[in-house]
């Protein structure tokens, strides 16, 4: 189950985060996503030989917790999206899955004219569509 | 529509000669009758000034047209002699030919009228009047810096008709 | 007689443009003239109208060239060139014409899709929702489109989709047919 993404601009500000567990943790789960953006930022600076292309935007796992699973992803325009779930056996193909329709979701809520770039985004079509694709993650990893 | 006789009686002007221009004249005019363009390739007469000029040919087709339309036969809906006609209403004539230069006309929906003078022999117009609208929509009326309603001075209509006119035989 | 192969390349092809590009361009328009006019949104409409009626009264022209139609009969016959046409061809969507009054002088165009609103969220500060038509500049071309063919008209938006109603229309009556006017006096 996912508990939380993030949109994180390309200055390490915070432009979407919303959490999906019924706990009161939001705080916590801030504090992993925050902790994952230097994650990226390593990932970025230091490829592996072996890593991915240049123009791969699926980070992968970034790091692992007790609880939690970060995966990472970063556009091109170095707009970072972060995943956090509690599944312990994801399938990297449901990752990337998730992340291809999440970037689609993003790109049609700045493409909102009344929408400022670098600032928060505020759309609520946007969180809908949020929360289904989260909910179609739960699904096809069931599945 | 032939007036003043159907034969080519003398004077007439020299034959048209293949490459050479047939056109004479050139006028547009606007709903308005503000005279949008005027151009002339042949025309050693010349008799009035230009606003009169204009004026007059704007009264003869204003006149001619609800002459024409007064004449038809073939509708029974007709508005009285002088009384000013939708553009494109009813009928409306194209050309008339004297013995010694053809005028072609046409009118689109919105107004524009464009008139062209040449040489009596010339044939059916109403394509190349067509094609001199549409020339007119590309370069002029797109044309973001053009203010509608006021004379052309687009050198690229300007060109484009000259070129397109030369070829007119 | 008249070569016709030599018609500009434009008028044999339709044009064509990415969709998404006006999208964006238009909402870009709105969104600046918001800024602009401080979301005062009542003089934004007014603005997008002014620029949609100096694009009717161009666009017309180009229309009319491509289509090369004949003068309307009745302006029942205007409302399907306008849907069935114009939109058509410059939107590429083909609204209904339909609600029409008993005089036969007004009629609602239902857009079914609008190109020009995809994206688009209006602003959530309480007011948009109920002041700003996003699509006005429709209404002005229409408006200027019309008025050089001798029909004065006016338009206005009704319900848009964009506002949570459950369609966009806009409602256009016919004023009255402007009659041509007479040559100069000679004087």
């Known amino acids: 189950m996912i508990v ?6 390309h200055q390490n500000n915070p432009l979407y985060i919303q959490s999906f567990t019924e706990a009161d943790d939001a705080l916590k789960l801030h504090h992993i996503v925050h902790c994952s953006l230097d994650v990226v930022d390593e990932r970025v600076n230091n490829p592996k030989k072996s890593g991915p292309l240049l123009n791969e935007t699926f980070l992968g796992l970034l790091y692992p917790t007790e609880n939690y699973k970060v995966y990472g992803y970063l556009t091109n ?3 970072k999206f972060i995943l956090v779930t509690t599944d312990l056996d994801v399938k990297d ?3 990337r899955n998730f992340f291809r329709r999440f970037h689609a979701a993003y790109v049609d809520a700045v493409s909102n004219p009344f929408h400022v770039p670098g600032k928060k985004i505020t759309s609520r079509t946007f969180a809908e569509r949020v929360s289904t694709i989260v909910k179609a993650f739960g699904l096809s990893s069931a599945g | 529509m032939q007036f003043f006789g159907g034969s080519d009686v003398s004077p007439s002007p020299p034959a048209p000669t293949a490459a050479g221009h047939n056109a004479n004249v050139m006028y547009m005019f606007n709903r308005n009758g503000v005279c949008l363009f005027y151009r002339e390739w042949n025309r050693p007469l010349r008799t009035l000034n230009p606003q009169q000029d204009h004026k ?4 003869l087709l204003f006149s001619l047209k609800s002459l024409t339309a007064k004449m038809d036969p073939t509708s029974g809906d007709k508005g009285n002699l002088g009384v000013p006609q939708l553009p494109g209403q009813g009928c409306s004539f194209h050309s008339f030919r004297t013995n010694t230069y053809k005028l072609s006309f046409m009118e689109s929906p919105s107004g524009i009228k464009i008139i062209l003078v040449t040489h009596p022999r010339t044939g059916d117009l109403r394509e190349a ?6 020339l007119y929509v590309e370069y002029v009326a797109k044309n973001p810096l053009y203010n509608p309603g006021t004379p052309v001075r687009c050198d690229l209509f300007d060109t484009n008709l000259d070129q397109y006119v030369r070829s007119i035989s | ?11 044999n092809r339709v044009e064509k443009v990415n969709a998404e590009l006006v999208t964006l361009t238009y909402g870009t328009i709105v969104a600046q003239l918001c800024q602009d006019y401080e979301n005062n949104y009542a003089q934004v409409n007014q603005q997008l109208d002014k620029m949609g009626y100096n694009i009717g009264v161009r666009l017309i022209e180009d229309y009319l060239a491509k289509t090369a139609t ?11 060139m306008i849907s069935k046409i114009g939109f058509k061809i410059f939107l590429n969507t083909t609204p209904t014409a339909t609600n029409w009054s008993a005089d036969g002088k007004s009629f609602s165009l239902i857009l079914d899709e609008n190109p020009l609103a995809d994206f688009v969220e209006l602003p959530d500060d309480g007011r948009a929702q109920d002041e700003l038509w996003f699509s006005n500049i429709l209404c002005g071309v229409l408006r200027g489109a019309l008025e050089m063919v001798q029909m004065s008209i006016e338009a206005h938006f009704v319900s848009d989709t964009l506002r ?3 369609s966009t229309e806009m409602r256009v009556t016919l004023l009255k047919y402007i009659d041509d006017e007479l040559p100069p006096d000679d004087d």
Do not use: Q, W
């Open chain 2, 56 to 59: 007059l040919m704007f009264g």
């Open chain 3, 1 to 11: 007689m008249v070569k016709s192969e030599t018609f500009p390349a434009s008028r």
């Open chain 1, 4 to 9: 939380c993404v993030a949109v994180v601009g």
């Open chain 1, 93 to 95: 193909a449901d990752v």
């Open chain 3, 164 to 166: 949570g109603n459950d």
């Open chain 2, 129 to 134: 009047l067509k094609y001199i609208y549409s």
């Open chain 3, 70 to 80: 004949a003068r309307c009969n009745n302006f029942r016959e205007t409302a399907d």
């Open chain 1, 77 to 79: 325009t170095k707009v």
